[in-house]
C-alpha cells in the first residue's frame, strides 16, 4: 500500500475516495491496508457511501459512528475550511424514513 499511495501522490492525485463495504467485507480491505499505512497522511481519502451501509433505523447509529470514525481520521480529505469530505449517493426519502427521519419533502416544507 505504501507504494500505491507513493504513486497516486506521483500522479497528482488530490485524494482517494473508497466506497464503504461492511466492515470485515473483504471488500474493505483497500479501506483497511490504506488505514494501516504509515504513508496514509501522504495521500488524504475519504468515503463514499450508499444508503446501504448505514442500515435501517436499528441499525443507523452504531453504524453512523464507522463513518464518523473515518471522517475524523488525520488524512481524511477536508474541504471549505476543514469540514470533512464525505460522498453519499442515492439517498432517497424510503431511505431517510428508514433511518427514523422524516423525509426531505417535509423537512422543504
Not at 3 to 24: M, R, S, T
Not at 40 to 61: H, L, N, T, V
Not at 93 to 98: E, K, M, P
Request: glycine content about 12%.
Amino acid at each position: 500500500m505504501d507504494h500505491e499511495i507513493a504513486f497516486a501522490k506521483a500522479g497528482g492525485l488530490d485524494y482517494w475516495a473508497f466506497l464503504l463495504y461492511e466492515e470485515g467485507s473483504s471488500m474493505s480491505e483497500g479501506l483497511d491496508l490504506y488505514l494501516s499505512s504509515k504513508k496514509k497522511s501522504d495521500m488524504p481519502f475519504c468515503a463514499i457511501a450508499g444508503p446501504d451501509i448505514f442500515g435501517g433505523a436499528r441499525q443507523f447509529g452504531a453504524r453512523m459512528q464507522r463513518v464518523v470514525k473515518l471522517i475524523g481520521e488525520p488524512s481524511n480529505r477536508t474541504v471549505c475550511g476543514g469540514r470533512p469530505l464525505l460522498f453519499l449517493f442515492d439517498v432517497t426519502d424510503d431511505w431517510v424514513n428508514a433511518w427514523g427521519g422524516s423525509s426531505m419533502r417535509s423537512a422543504r416544507r
